[in-house]
């Protein structure tokens, strides 16, 4: 059950949780703000160590100092970066339709006719870039936060969110610069940049999935997806 798009007092919400909420659709967006004398839906999700919540990670949804306190107040273990992209994801300049209305993209989101954000046009890539350099968190946690705690939250963490034996091989390949190279799909290779294809091709031995046990310091480059 989760608690998103909500009009909801604190108290509400606190009641909410008390029977069963363990998740937040998209943090501080269609919802009323975390204020000092009446904390709101956000107030409560932050106080509850039994609940998720989701991070729109595009610097536009939520402003960079909002995504960085959100991230401190439900830490690592809690926060799962999401990018609610649409169908204008990854693009400058594109022209759509939403739930039957005409969108655009314009100042890095998805907005309606009106300028109403109607979504992201985020990549996951760039998310974990955005976290990097908006947040401060370490590598580690900002790939925790896009991995395991959604696999966690979807009730698959025993088979995604881990680089592990016997885990769904499902993950991204990046360079140095965080920029995707190859994505894999249960073990089989589904996306190569060409750079990555003529090393395959090249006779390169580019690190396959069932060559890795888990993920950890020695190997940030290799993620697991959800």
């Known amino acids: ?28 967006n269609a919802m009323p703000p975390l204020h000092h004398r009446y904390p709101g839906p956000m107030g409560a999700v932050v ?55 005409p969108a655009h993209v314009a100042g890095g989101a998805a907005r309606l006719a009106d300028g109403t954000i109607t979504g992201s046009v985020l990549t996951m890539d760039q998310a974990l870039r955005n976290m990097l350099s908006m947040t401060g968190v370490s590598l580690q946690d900002a790939v925790h936060m896009m991995t395991l705690n959604p696999a966690k939250a979807a009730g698959a963490a025993e088979r995604k969110g881990g680089l592990k034996p016997g885990y769904d091989a499902d993950l991204v390949v990046l360079d140095d610069a965080l920029t995707l190279q190859a994505t894999y799909c249960r073990g089989a290779l589904a996306f190569a940049s060409s750079s990555w294809q003529a090393r395959v091709e090249a006779g390169g031995q580019p690190p396959q999935p069932s060559q890795v046990t888990e993920m950890g310091p020695e190997s940030p480059r290799l993620l697991s997806g959800g």
């Open 47 to 101: 106080l509850a160590p039994t609940v998720q919540g989701e991070i729109i990670a595009d610097g536009v949804h939520l402003h960079p100092a909002m995504l960085s306190i959100l991230t401190r107040l439900l830490g690592a273990e809690r926060a799962i970066v999401i990018t609610d992209a649409l169908a204008g994801a990854g693009c400058l300049d594109q022209e759509f339709e939403f739930a039957g209305q």
């Open 1 to 28: 059950m989760s608690i998103g798009h909500t009009d909801a007092t604190y108290e509400q919400a606190l009641e909410a949780i008390q029977l069963g909420a363990t998740h937040a659709t998209h943090c501080c």
